[in-house]
T-cell receptor
Framework: QQQVKQSPQSLIVQKGGISIINCAYE??????FPWYQQFPGKGPALLIA?????SEKKEGRFTISFNKSAKQFSLHIMDSQPGDSATYFC???????????FGTGTRLLVSP | DGGITQSPKYLFRKEGQNVTLSCEQN?????MYWYRQDPGQGLRLIYY???????QKGDIAEGYSVSREKKESFPLTVTSAQKNPTAFYLC????????????FGPGTRLLVL
C-alpha cells in the first residue's frame, strides 16, 4: 500500500503552543520520511526528515517522532509562531524507488 | 544563484489547447519530477525522470507528456486529453544515487478559460 495518511486536515494553535501533525503508513519498505513546509503560492521546502532507525530527530523548534512498530510518525512544532502558519506535508520514500509518496497536507494557523 | 525555475507563474488554457510548462534547474541534479497539487489532495506525481532521455509515468500521467532532452530541463505538456487541468503544478529535482532531498520550484498555476 503506497499511501501515507495525514491528520488533521487543519489546525489552529495559539502563539507559543505546540502544533502536532500525525502521519501513518502501511508499507514497511518505506525508508525515509521527510516533512515539507509550504507557504501560499510557493513550492514546498524540506523542513526536517528522519530514517526509521531513529525514534526522534530535533532541529530547533521542530521535532519528528517516529514509531516504527506502529508505522506512525509525527511533527511537533514547539513554541509555535505566526510565521509557522503554512501547509505541512509528510512524505515517505520506498526503498529502491526514487520517488516520494505525500500525505494530503495539514493547514496550520498560529494565532497571535 | 542555484535553484529551480518554473515559468510562467500563471498560465491560461483554452478548450482543446495544448500548453507547455517550463522547468529548468542549475543544480546539476540527475532526477526531475512533476507534481500536480489540488486542494485537499496533496501532491500527486505526474512524471519523473532519473536521467536524460529517460522518464517514467507517475500516478496520474494520463493527459500529460514530458521530454528530457537536457539534464537541466524537464518541460511538461498538458494536452487537450487532460479534462481537468486546473491545478498548481510543481517541478522538483534531486541529486542522483541515494541522495534523498527533493527541491521544489515555485510552481505554475494553470487555469482554464
Amino acid at each position: 500500500q503506497q499511501q501515507v495518511k495525514q491528520s488533521p486536515q487543519s489546525l489552529i494553535v495559539q502563539k507559543g503552543g505546540i502544533s502536532i501533525i500525525n502521519c501513518a503508513y502501511e508499507n514497511t519498505a518505506f525508508d525515509y520520511f521527510p516533512w515539507y513546509q509550504q507557504f501560499p503560492g510557493k513550492g514546498p521546502a524540506l523542513l526536517i526528515a528522519i530514517r526509521p532507525d531513529v525514534s526522534e530527530k530535533k532541529e530547533g523548534r521542530f521535532t519528528i517522532s517516529f514509531n516504527k512498530s506502529a508505522k506512525q510518525f509525527s511533527l511537533h512544532i514547539m513554541d509555535s509562531q505566526p510565521g509557522d502558519s503554512a501547509t505541512y506535508f509528510c512524505a515517505a520514500r520506498n526503498t529502491g524507488f526514487q520517488k516520494l509518496v505525500f500525505g494530503t497536507g495539514t493547514r496550520l494557523l498560529v494565532s497571535p | 544563484d542555484g535553484g529551480i525555475t518554473q515559468s510562467p507563474k500563471y498560465l491560461f488554457r483554452k478548450e482543446g489547447q495544448n500548453v507547455t510548462l517550463s522547468c529548468e534547474q542549475n543544480l546539476n541534479h540527475d532526477a526531475m519530477y512533476w507534481y500536480r497539487q489540488d486542494p485537499g489532495q496533496g501532491l500527486r506525481l505526474i512524471y519523473y525522470s532519473q536521467i536524460v532521455n529517460d522518464f517514467q509515468k507517475g500516478d496520474i500521467a494520463e493527459g500529460y507528456s514530458v521530454s528530457r532532452e537536457k539534464k537541466e530541463s524537464f518541460p511538461l505538456t498538458v494536452t487537450s486529453a487532460q479534462k481537468n487541468p486546473t491545478a498548481f503544478y510543481l517541478c522538483a529535482s534531486k541529486d542522483g544515487g541515494n541522495q534523498e532531498t527533493q527541491y521544489f520550484g515555485p510552481g505554475t498555476r494553470l487555469l482554464v478559460l
